[in-house]
């Protein structure tokens, strides 16, 4: 159904744009359609709300980034996502602001999680509370990548993750039960 495709894909640069000029708690569907060119219910037959947008533009935009760039591990994922995530930082900075049910935020959290368990089992697997520091990986990372995007003007992508990747690999190292020093491999 490449028209389909079309309709969504037209649906979703335009909510891009909206996005980059207007707060989206202002954007109605009506004045998505009016600026696309399309009915109601157009939009409708395609997303369920403006919600639904949101989340399919990053579902299809990064999904597209990961089967082009073909990448070998997850720390390579979190790279190009982090890369992704900056050259489209208006739309982003914008859709990681949103709040309530059906939120982006939420939704990036769900998508992201298994990612981020992926990684932080690579990194912790040895320690005999891997799990801790998976699930505290996660949400912390989750939590920076959130702020970095959202507060301020953000650093390139290439810094954030050489930074990100020297706590990792600094934490992965420590042994906390005997005050923080490394641990003897």
Not at 23 to 48: D, L, N, Q, T, W
Not at 90 to 113: M, P
Request: glycine content about 6%.
């Amino acid at each position: 159904m490449p028209d389909s495709s079309l309709t969504k894909r037209a649906l979703a640069q335009t909510m891009k744009d909206l996005m980059a000029r207007e707060p989206f708690a202002k954007i109605s569907v009506g004045e998505i359609c009016e600026a696309c060119g399309m009915s109601r219910k157009s939009f409708y037959y395609h997303f369920r709300d403006k919600y639904d947008l949101v989340n399919w533009i990053f579902d299809t935009e990064f999904i597209e980034v990961i089967q082009k760039c073909g990448f070998a591990s997850g720390a390579d994922i979190l790279n190009g996502m982090c890369r992704y995530f900056y050259e489209e930082q208006g739309f982003y900075r914008s859709a990681l602001e949103i709040e309530g049910q059906n939120s982006f935020r939420d939704h990036f959290t769900e998508v992201i999680t298994p990612l981020m368990h992926s990684i932080a089992g690579e990194l912790f697997s040895n320690r005999e509370d891997a799990e801790f520091f998976t699930v505290f990986f996660s949400d912390a990372v989750l939590a920076s990548i959130v702020r970095w995007l959202t507060k301020g003007t953000p650093m390139p992508a290439e810094e954030y993750v050489a930074r990100l990747r020297n706590l990792v690999q600094g934490l992965s190292r420590l042994d906390l039960r005997h005050g923080g020093t490394p641990e003897d491999n």
